[in-house]
C-alpha cells in the first residue's frame, strides 16, 4: 500500500451511505493521488455511481470520513463540496437545450480560491468540436459532444478532482477514443480523475489504479502494474 502523504488528495474511510431506507455503501475505503487516474470497476448495482454522489454529498445519509486535500467534507453541503475543486460529471450529463454551446460552457460559476479553470480557448483547443458547434443549441449536439461539453464546462470552473461516471457509454468507438485521448491529457495537465467505467477496454489504458466495487463495498484493489494478473479475477466478477 502506498503511505499516505502530502501527495493523497482524496482519502476515504469507512464510507457508509444511504437512498432512503436502502444502504448502498458499507464502510467504503480508498484514496486517489494528486494527478492520478484511478477507476472504479464493479458491476451495475455495486455501489460506484453512489460513491461519487456521496463523494459530492448527493446522497441521503453519510457516514465515516471523505477529506479531500486534508478537509474532512463529509458534514459539508454540495456546493462546498464543490468549492474544494470536485467537479462531477454525472451520467445524465445535464446538457442545457435552450442554450447554445458556449452558453452551456460559461454556465457554472468559476471556484472561489482555486486559481479559475481553463479560458473558453483554452477548452476549444482540447476540444475543437466545441469551438466548430459554439453557436449550436446544445441537444443539437452529438452524444460524443454532450459528453466533451460536460467535462469541459467542469474544467473551467476551477475544479483538479474530476468524478466523471460512464462517459464512454453509448458513444461509438471513434469518439469513445476521443475521450480517452481527453483523459490521456488533462491527467498530463495535473488533473486527478476518478472514473466510474463498464467499459472496460476504455479504461484499462487510462487508469493507474483499480478498484473492484461489489455489495456496496471495495472488494479488491491493485495497479496497472498488477492488471495482468487480476484478468481472471475481473473475467469472473465483471465478465470482462
Known sequence: MHSASAKELLKIENLQAWYGESHILHGVNLSVNKGEVVTLLGRNGSGRTTTLRAIMGLTGARTGSIKVNGVESISLSTHQIARLGLGYCPEERGIFSSLSTYE???LPPKIKGTDGGMSVNEIYAMFSNLKERADSPGT???GGEQQMLAV???L???ARLLLLDEISEGLAPVIVQKLGVMIATLKQAGFTIILVEQN???AAP???RFYVMEHGQIVQQFTHAELPSKM???HEFLGV
Do not use: H, W
Open 104 to 106: 452551456n460552457l460559461i
Open 140 to 142: 443539437r449536439l452529438s
Open 152 to 154: 469541459a464546462r467542469i
Open 156 to 158: 473551467r470552473t476551477g
Open 200 to 202: 472496460f477496454r476504455f
Open 206 to 208: 487510462l487508469a493507474d
Open 232 to 234: 481472471s479475477m475481473l
